[in-house]
């Protein structure tokens, strides 16, 4: 993929020209360019609800002899009385059709205006690796040197300004979201800031999980008044054990969505990148915020900083001794009880999706847009936040086996219900999604620094058990030694790709073809410059038209590569 072309020299055969002179030895087999498309797949989004609410319609009339009316007012399939006075019934198929009409010829117009408006960005492919590790390597541009001095040129490059491209490998082209290509990186650095300072200090500040729950008291006091009984009734001794557990697991799987949509409104260009972004972030979110703060007392960010820089009394010192007690480790264990088995249902169940489907069809103005409800609300998989939230069972499992060893079987009950659940999930509910090696690089790190977290973890537990820090016992000495181990395996694990660089020994990369992937015999195009295309020039009949399930299919995802090879013909073909 190459970024940073003029506009005015953004088109197909030059760029095939500019390779074909500065590289005469390698052989180009594919140029794309692409293009502004966020409009077009908006207006291609609605075709596909308005054609298959055209083909419910005809076939509710072909299998039914029943021809569908209705008012054409949003939320009128279940409020027609209040639609009949300033409304009148229309025929739902032949309401549709003129709706698909005027779609497709806007499809149209507006294809044409994306196709007037290249974004400087091209995919190349070419038909070896070495070809693609080439151009990469000339165009690769270092902090200290920029770009090589044997860069070689064509009689375009002045024009092209080549010294100015940005190349990387390309990923597989359904992992693109295409329509957020038109949003300019110029910006994404401050969007980065802004997103991620204004989560610090909504998240990290202002409130915690664990502090909402230490509110449970004062929330029981304001309903059922300050003469309530909570300590001898069962009932409420019940409440007030169950429910903050509870109230903790809501807020833990609630609150991450607000790291997710953070990172959403970044408008990645890949999902394997919002995925891996949406994982890390999530994941130090909720260690912070469940784990960490809650263990040392400190229910939020701003009790910490208060303890470190705002404490002036000299004789009010921190109790340390009151960590880890057995009271400490057993609002844990209920919290990995709840997530088992209430959280485990709660994700077979899938509330929210269907609060979300009742609301669509409440809004919804005829049968017909059943089938345009069902696609919408079909999400793909989201590795990120799943992910996170498994291995933050994970850590706090790691974290307490040793001073509170209770929690470990309900931790393995958890990871068997987690792995029933998501394979069920990933079978039968939601649409695939893309994640790369990077997703699952980053959770060996975490799996490595929970158990680095454990050994930190039992060595302040011991020196806190022994009460002297200068006469260590062997337990401590043990544990010290074994947490020296832990950050050395740790340290070397994260700055492994880091050290490689700085070795006089220079190391390739070998790349290798995922078995099953076809993402490489598809074009560099989005799906609006293909399959829409397509349709309008070819229609289908109107018994075998093609509804659409929006989410692509499973065909249309797989895992992510660096670097593509393709078989067409007996020829490979790398793309970049």
Not at 104 to 112: M, S, V
Not at 264 to 286: A, D, I, Q
Not at 311 to 336: H, M, Q, R
Request: aromatic letters at 14%; charged letters at 20%.
């Amino acid at each position: 993929c190459i970024e940073n072309i003029p506009m005015h020299m953004c088109t197909e055969p030059l760029l095939t020209r500019h390779f074909t002179e500065a590289y005469p030895e390698l052989e180009v087999y594919d140029v794309k360019i692409a293009y502004d498309v966020a409009m077009l797949t908006q207006i291609y989004e609605e075709m596909q609800d308005v054609e298959s609410g055209l083909e419910y319609s005809i076939r509710k009339r072909e299998k039914h002899d029943k021809v569908l009316m209705m008012y054409p007012r949003c939320a009128s399939r279940f409020c027609q009385c209040f639609c009949s006075p300033c409304s009148t019934k229309v025929n739902v198929e032949e309401y549709y059709r003129e709706k698909l009409e005027e779609l497709q010829a806007e499809f149209l117009k507006q294809r044409e205006v994306s196709l007037h408006s290249p974004l400087g960005l091209a995919f190349v492919t070419f038909t070896s690796v070495n070809s693609a590790k080439q151009v990469f390597d000339d165009h690769k541009k270092t902090f200290l040197l920029g770009f090589s001095d044997s860069q070689p040129l064509s009689s375009l490059s002045a024009s092209m300004k080549s010294d100015k491209w940005k190349v990387w490998f390309a990923p597989p082209p359904r992992d693109i979201y295409w329509e957020h290509l038109s949003d300019k990186r110029n910006w994404l650095f401050l969007k980065i800031i802004v997103s991620n300072l204004t989560l610090f200090l909504v998240t990290f500040f202002l409130t915690t999980p664990e502090y909402l729950v230490s509110q449970f008291d004062t929330i029981l006091i304001a309903i059922f008044g300050p003469d309530a009984d909570f300590q001898n009734s069962t009932a409420s001794s019940w409440v007030q054990d169950f429910l903050p557990t509870v109230m903790l697991w809501s807020f833990t799987a609630l609150l991450p969505l607000l790291v997710s949509y953070s990172d959403r409104w970044l408008g990645r260009w890949t999902r394997s990148e919002e995925n891996h972004s949406v994982m890390r972030k999530t994941f130090w979110y909720l260690l912070f915020m469940v784990i960490v703060l809650p263990t040392f007392g400190f229910t939020t960010g701003m009790a910490y900083f208060n303890f470190l820089f705002m404490n002036n009394n000299s004789t009010d010192s921190y109790k340390w001794e009151c960590i880890f007690l057995p009271d400490s480790g057993a609002f844990f264990v209920n919290y990995v009880i709840t997530a088992a088995l209430i959280g485990s249902a709660l994700e077979l169940i899938r509330f929210p999706e269907m609060f979300w489907y009742v609301i669509q069809l409440c809004f919804s103005r005829s049968e017909a847009e059943t089938p345009a409800i069902q696609r919408a609300v079909t999400y793909e998989f989201r590795f990120g936040e799943q992910y996170a939230r498994m291995l933050l069972i994970f850590a706090m499992t790691m974290m307490y086996s040793l001073s509170c060893p209770l929690i470990t079987p309900f931790g393995l009950l958890y990871f068997i219900l987690k792995h029933l659940v998501d394979r069920h999930n990933l079978a039968f509910v939601y649409a695939p999604s893309k994640i790369n090696k990077k997703v699952h690089a980053s959770a060996i790190n975490f799996v490595i620094m929970s158990v680095g977290l454990l050994q930190f973890f039992m060595v302040t537990f011991s020196i806190l058990r022994s009460g002297n820090l200068a006469i260590m016992t062997n337990r401590t000495k043990y544990a010290l030694v074994l947490f020296v181990i832990t950050i050395n395996i740790f340290t070397a694990q994260i700055w492994s790709s880091f050290c490689r660089r700085l070795s006089p020994i220079k190391y390739e990369d070998v790349l290798y073809m995922e078995s099953g992937d076809d993402d490489h015999l598809q074009p560099y195009l989005p799906v609006v410059l293909k399959e829409a295309e397509q349709d309008l020039i070819h229609p289908k009949p109107e018994n075998q038209r093609r509804i659409s399930n929006g989410s692509g299919g499973p065909d249309d995802y797989g895992l992510q590569l660096q670097v593509i090879q393709t078989t067409h013909n007996n020829n490979h073909y790398y793309k970049l």
